[in-house]
């Protein structure tokens, strides 16, 4: 079995988020690669005790939460490395078909971020019909939109935030990370 490693991730000072508050997300971060190895190895034993079945089975469904908490802050602390960097002209092309600028895309990507409630927002590209969606998903592991290909992820969790922010302010949050986002990585990601 091939166990996950903790991804290092080379983060600038991003202002506006404080070093304890990163610092806490990271270890959050680090918390779910743990227990993703955590279940895997528990449903090998299980499996060569020959343990009951219904106990494997709800380990299972555990993993989804596990592994989808460890690869949506992969995807969130990659895109927040380097600073800001321009999106490719690509990237910006197929945004501005549905958003119709760039800017405008932002600013929906920020009204998606006042849905009331703890998530993610989630840009995803859907290649079968060339075109890119906005949501919000409010567990991880639920509510992905099938067959797309995740291209940038906001935590908007209470915990990526609480530390330097109220829910309230929600809002100022989604514009530190805006204004720190690395463009370039979730362009690339296209």
Same mark, same amino acid.
């Given at each position: 079995?091939?166990?996950?490693? /903790?991804?290092?991730? !080379?983060?600038? !000072?991003? /202002?506006?988020? @404080? /070093?304890?508050?990163?610092?806490?997300?990271?270890?959050?971060?680090?918390?779910?690669?743990?227990?993703?190895?955590? #279940?895997?190895?528990? #449903?090998? @034993?299980?499996?060569?005790?020959k343990t009951s079945q219904y106990v494997i089975d709800e380990l299972r469904r555990r993993f989804a939460f596990e592994f989808d908490g460890m690869r949506m802050h992969e995807y969130y602390f990659e895109q927040l490395e380097g600073g800001e960097k321009e999106a490719a002209d690509s990237f910006k092309e197929i945004v501005s078909e549905k958003y119709g600028s760039f800017d405008n895309f932002l600013t929906h990507i920020k009204e998606v971020g006042g849905t009331r409630g703890i998530g993610w927002i989630v840009v995803s590209h859907d290649s079968k019909e060339n075109q890119i969606h906005t949501t919000f998903v409010a567990d991880h592991e639920i509510g992905q939109l099938a067959g797309t290909k995740i291209l940038c992820a906001i935590d908007v969790w209470e915990h990526a935030f609480m530390v330097d922010y109220v829910p309230a302010e929600k809002g100022a949050y989604l514009d530190v990370i805006l204004k720190n986002m690395n463009w370039e990585v979730v362009s690339k990601r296209l």
């Amino acid at each position: 079995m091939k166990l996950y490693t /903790e991804k290092q991730f !080379t983060l600038p !000072t991003i /202002e506006g988020l @404080s /070093e304890k508050q990163i610092d806490v997300h990271l270890k959050l971060y680090a918390g779910y690669v743990k227990h993703t190895n955590l #279940i895997q190895e528990q #449903i090998a @034993s299980l499996k060569e005790a020959k343990t009951s079945q219904y106990v494997i089975d709800e380990l299972r469904r555990r993993f989804a939460f596990e592994f989808d908490g460890m690869r949506m802050h992969e995807y969130y602390f990659e895109q927040l490395e380097g600073g800001e960097k321009e999106a490719a002209d690509s990237f910006k092309e197929i945004v501005s078909e549905k958003y119709g600028s760039f800017d405008n895309f932002l600013t929906h990507i920020k009204e998606v971020g006042g849905t009331r409630g703890i998530g993610w927002i989630v840009v995803s590209h859907d290649s079968k019909e060339n075109q890119i969606h906005t949501t919000f998903v409010a567990d991880h592991e639920i509510g992905q939109l099938a067959g797309t290909k995740i291209l940038c992820a906001i935590d908007v969790w209470e915990h990526a935030f609480m530390v330097d922010y109220v829910p309230a302010e929600k809002g100022a949050y989604l514009d530190v990370i805006l204004k720190n986002m690395n463009w370039e990585v979730v362009s690339k990601r296209l």
